[in-house]
């Protein structure tokens, strides 16, 4: 398992953007995929978006659109541009690693919280 650390969580009005980045503590080159989870209180995690290893994104309904993942396998990071952001975006975010296909997200990291303000 990779070890794995967000940052850039943070207070911001309707309408605004934040950057979230996920430092991985190993390669992330031959992980199946990437993806950014979010959970608010009372409520599942959700899967926001996911990238593999080939650069195929997905993203949940709510954020398309809007919000745009992105990986740098040289550095071992991964990325969430968000924008034009809404309160209903509001909950902690995790980042988290699939090793392979057929696996399951198995790694993820302490999470960074996201608040939006109306």
């Known amino acids: 398992q990779v070890h794995l650390v967000e940052s850039g969580g943070g207070l911001v009005q309707a309408g605004g953007s934040l950057r979230l980045t996920c430092a991985a503590s190993?390669?992330?080159?031959?992980?199946?995929?990437m993806g950014w989870h979010r959970q608010v209180p009372g409520k599942q995690r959700e899967l926001v978006a996911t990238?593999?290893?080939?650069?195929?994104?997905n993203y949940a309904d709510s954020v398309k659109g809007r919000f745009t993942i992105s990986r740098d396998n040289a550095k071992d990071m991964v990325y969430l541009q968000m924008n034009s952001l809404k309160p209903e975006d509001t909950g902690v975010y995790y980042c988290?690693?699939?090793?392979?296909?057929?696996?399951?997200?198995?790694?993820w990291g302490q999470g960074t919280q996201v608040t939006v303000s109306s």
């Open positions: 990238i593999t290893s080939g650069g195929s994104t």
């Open positions: 190993g390669s992330i080159f031959t992980i199946y995929a």
């Open positions: 988290s690693a699939m090793p392979t296909r057929l696996s399951s997200y198995n790694s």
